[in-house]
């Protein structure tokens, strides 16, 4: 009988982080402690989730961020990736990680446009270089593999 008092509480936890994708966000955001803000999370059809205004510590900002979900999201697998009007910093972006090798993670497909990476770590005296990144032609990374390595795929 408990199980039934909780079972429409939980139903409606779940329909309100599907229907407003920003709660469980924050939560995952919260919850593996990483240092990243967004400013509105919505959904833009089926399994298509628009994230804008993401950044992510002093490193990098992100006008808007696409991700193409569906069930194989599951086994560490992203169907697609969109990264609009970016802008990192090489030097803030290497700073060494503690958090270890990370889960592994592997994008279909990675899509960038309209970005600027800052060379900003090329020596003394050398002034910071803006590397332009899909100004014309959004750039197309297939199959990239993330994070540690699965024993099968040694």
Do not use: K
């Amino acid at each position: 009988m408990p199980r039934r008092r909780l079972l429409l509480p939980l139903s409606l936890v779940l329909i309100a982080c599907a229907a407003i994708p920003s709660i469980p966000l924050h939560l995952a955001l919260f919850l593996t402690r990483t240092p990243a803000t967004f400013s509105s999370a919505h959904w833009r059809g089926l399994g298509l989730l628009e994230i804008r205004g993401i950044q992510y510590r002093d490193a990098i900002q992100l006008e808007a961020l696409t991700l193409q979900l569906d069930p194989r999201l599951l086994l560490g697998r992203i169907s697609e990736i969109r990264i609009y009007g970016a802008e990192g910093w090489l030097s803030r972006l290497s700073v060494p990680s503690s958090s270890g090798p990370g889960l592994p993670l592997r994008i279909s497909r990675l899509l960038i446009a309209n970005s600027v990476l800052q060379l900003d770590n090329l020596g003394p005296g050398i002034p910071p270089t803006p590397l332009r990144l899909g100004d014309t032609t959004p750039l197309l990374f297939t199959d990239l593999r993330l994070g540690s390595r699965q024993p099968s795929e040694a």
